[in-house]
């Protein structure tokens, strides 16, 4: 099939108006995603719509209304939540689930005595619609499986060939499909949100001024069945949208999702993109904080489509907390993913300390200030435990080991003088152990040296000098340059 590539001009829209009269497929702009259009009355066109994306025809359509009053054609029901929710969101990116009229052919519904309407608020999409002069039936304009589109470009790489016309408009500014609600249940019974969007079940509360719901299954991770890639629909997983049962939104990679404190989730994806890139794996990572809701809605199909055409192996994302903007978004990521998530527990960051008997009462003056100064940071004390006589060289060994293995970043080491166990820890490789008598040699400790373990002398620096110390070292920054050359020679010594 030929398809003809339209722009916006008033004559492009009239010429994509005539091929769905005729009962043709068009993919045009709507606010949220590019839909693909057809006759929402004719049951041949709505066929052929199933076919070009390889959709399910179980799956119904949202039909389009261009003015409000077109809802009246396709439904009998009007209550005051409609009229709420239409006076304050249509035209937008709200879909509304009502009985429908036997004007609607069963396969646009397909199959329910129910139909999905949307008035879009994209002028090119309400112009369309218009001059067609018929409702017009519109999934998002991908193949059945794919992200859903953007931008015009997604919907050339997926239906060219496919469809009757693509007219080339904006890029959607919403970037996730709309909000549909089920409003069967009338006036007396709370919405039931299918599938959440840009409009919010905040903010639909707000408008009716009562509470909404949530269909079940937007709750639930449902089981994946390993050979389709689809959720298993049981007895805890029965969506009432069935569009929801089906995967969606996969891209070609792998995607893991990787869930917890921001900042720790940053600095995972960094280890494992570092880790993966060393294998030879192209690795793309998509993160945005919870202050970027609307940004990631916008973007996250280009983002994945985008993964798709350069070849991404791996895709690493950061989970959006699930509140607002943020629940849509993770809906559409943890389909995208397979429901592939990675908790990322909080890291503290850990400091090993030891000492022998003579710098044990130190030892315990410094594990006390942390507690109550520090208690974002884990203490590790390896001992000693009481003031009978005990060989610092194995206590300066095993604080030394304690931080090259990694189960501590840093070390703090006391002894009388602090000086044997300085050199005891220095014995262990990697170790870069300074032993500081004022907060300038501290300072220079870390910015010169970048000392992995401070030592401190229990019988010659007072805990209050010693606190003041360990801040500096804590807080200075290495200066690298010449002095990570001149570390990188001690490590390799
Ligand atoms: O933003 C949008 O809604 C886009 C643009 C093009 O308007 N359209 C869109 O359509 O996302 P589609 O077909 O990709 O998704 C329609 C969703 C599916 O999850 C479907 O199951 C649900 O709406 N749906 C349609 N009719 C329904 C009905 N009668 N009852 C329950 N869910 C229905
Ligand atoms: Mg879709």
Request: proline share 5%; aromatic share 4%.
């Amino acid at each position: 099939m030929e398809t003809l590539i339209l722009t916006t001009s008033k004559e492009d829209i009239d010429k994509a108006a005539e091929i769905l009269r005729n009962g043709g497929l068009v993919a045009f702009p709507t606010e949220t995603v590019y839909g693909l259009g057809a006759n929402a009355l004719d049951p041949d066109a709505v066929k052929r719509v199933y076919l070009a994306k390889g959709r399910p025809s179980d799956n119904p359509m949202i039909v389009h209304i261009g003015e409000k009053e077109g809802l009246a054609e396709l439904t009998d029901m009007m209550t005051r939540d409609m009229e709420l929710l239409m006076e304050a969101i249509w035209p937008g990116p709200m879909t509304m689930v009502v009985p429908a009229k036997d004007i609607v052919p069963r396969v646009t519904t397909g199959g329910l005595d129910t139909v999905a309407v949307r008035m879009p608020s994209d002028e090119t999409a309400r112009q369309l619609i218009i001059r067609s002069g018929v409702p017009i039936a519109a999934p998002s304009a991908n193949l059945s499986g794919h992200p859903s589109p953007t931008t015009y470009r997604h919907c050339i790489d997926d239906l060219m060939g496919r469809v009757d016309a693509i007219i080339c408009g904006e890029d959607c500014q919403v970037g996730i499909e709309s909000t549909v609600i089920d409003m069967t249940g009338g006036d007396g019974k709370p919405p039931v949100i299918l599938r959440p969007g840009i409009v919010t079940a905040e903010r639909i509360s707000q408008v009716l001024g009562k509470e909404v719901s949530l269909d079940p299954s937007l709750l639930k991770r449902p089981e994946i069945d390993k050979d389709t890639g689809n959720p298993v629909t049981g007895q805890d997983f029965r969506p009432r949208s069935p569009g929801m049962k089906y995967k969606h939104y996969a891209p070609q990679a792998e995607m893991t999702i990787f869930r917890g404190p921001h900042e720790a989730v940053l600095r995972t994806i960094g280890k494992r993109q570092a880790e993966l890139e060393a294998r030879g794996l192209k690795v793309a990572v998509i993160t945005y904080s919870d202050s970027e809701q609307e940004t990631a809605a916008r973007q996250f199909f280009a983002r994945l489509r985008e993964c798709d055409k350069d070849g991404t192996d791996v895709i690493l994302a950061s989970a959006l907390k699930e509140e607002g903007v943020g629940f849509s978004v993770m809906n559409r990521m943890f389909k995208s993913a397979g429901y592939n998530i990675e908790e990322v527990k909080e890291e503290k960051m850990k400091i090993a300390i030891a000492s022998d008997h003579g710098g044990f009462g130190l030892k315990e003056n410094i594990r006390e200030y942390f507690a109550e100064k520090h208690p974002e940071i884990e203490m590790k004390d390896l001992g000693t435990y009481n003031e009978e006589s005990v060989d610092y060289p194995l206590f300066g060994k095993l604080c030394g080991e304690t931080v090259v293995t990694g189960a501590a970043d840093l070390g703090i080491v006391c002894c009388g003088t602090g000086i044997g166990i300085s050199i005891a820890a220095n014995k262990v490789k990697g170790v870069r152990c300074a032993l500081v008598t004022s907060v300038e040699m501290a300072h220079l400790a870390k910015e010169h040296n970048n000392a992995n373990v401070l030592a401190l002398g229990g019988r010659t620096t007072r805990p209050e000098a010693a606190f003041e110390m360990i801040e500096e070292w804590l807080t200075t920054e290495f200066a690298g340059g010449r002095h990570q050359r001149r570390t990188d020679l001690l490590d390799n010594m």
